[in-house]
């Protein structure tokens, strides 16, 4: 399975974008990614720090052929994600249930799954915002960015392939 890239210089949020994307196109599995975002979204309405520099994308796929309760699909992207950072980054990586990523109890990883329907077809939205360059000051919980924890520092492209190639691997075992 590709995933078919869209990539932006500035939109409002990634995940809103994929929604428009899958509303009016026909593409059932794609990523969406921006070099800045206006209006980046977190859980239970929070807003998420979009500082230039940082990663902000969301891979968008059909649940057709995926029989996962969300509980379960939450834990297979986290896992993902996790996946793709532990390539540069050694050392333990935690899961914050529901879906943040944390290095030595600082959150470096923020996920925000949406469900949306086309035409009697659910898909999946998985906004990823990393921190790489700069962390987010967010009162009580503390924050840290991926070039602060890491000798070599991967380009952007470098992780973002690497999302790509993971994300199309895992789910390709769906769509056989």
Not at 6 to 11: A, H, W
Request: with cysteine.
């Amino acid at each position: 399975m590709k995933l078919k890239q869209f990539n932006f210089k500035k939109i409002n949020s990634t995940n809103d974008t994929a929604i428009r994307i899958i509303m009016r196109s026909d593409n059932e599995f794609g990523i969406v990614k921006s070099e800045l975002q206006k209006k980046g979204r977190g859980q239970q309405g929070k807003k998420w720090i979009s500082y230039k520099g940082n990663l902000f994308l969301s891979f968008f796929y059909a649940l057709e052929k995926i029989n996962l309760s969300i509980k379960k699909l939450t834990k297979f992207n986290c896992l993902l994600v996790k996946k793709a950072l532990s390539i540069y980054y050694k050392k333990k990586i935690t899961v914050k249930p529901p879906n943040d990523l944390l290095i030595g109890d600082k959150k470096i990883c923020g996920i925000l799954q949406e469900i949306i329907s086309k035409l009697d077809k659910k898909y999946l939205i998985v906004g990823i915002g990393i921190n790489l360059k700069k962390k987010p000051i967010i009162k009580d919980y503390p924050t840290t960015c991926l070039y602060d924890v890491v000798d070599k520092k991967p380009s952007k492209e470098e992780i973002v392939n690497s999302l790509k190639k993971i994300f199309e691997q895992n789910l390709s075992h769906f769509y056989r």
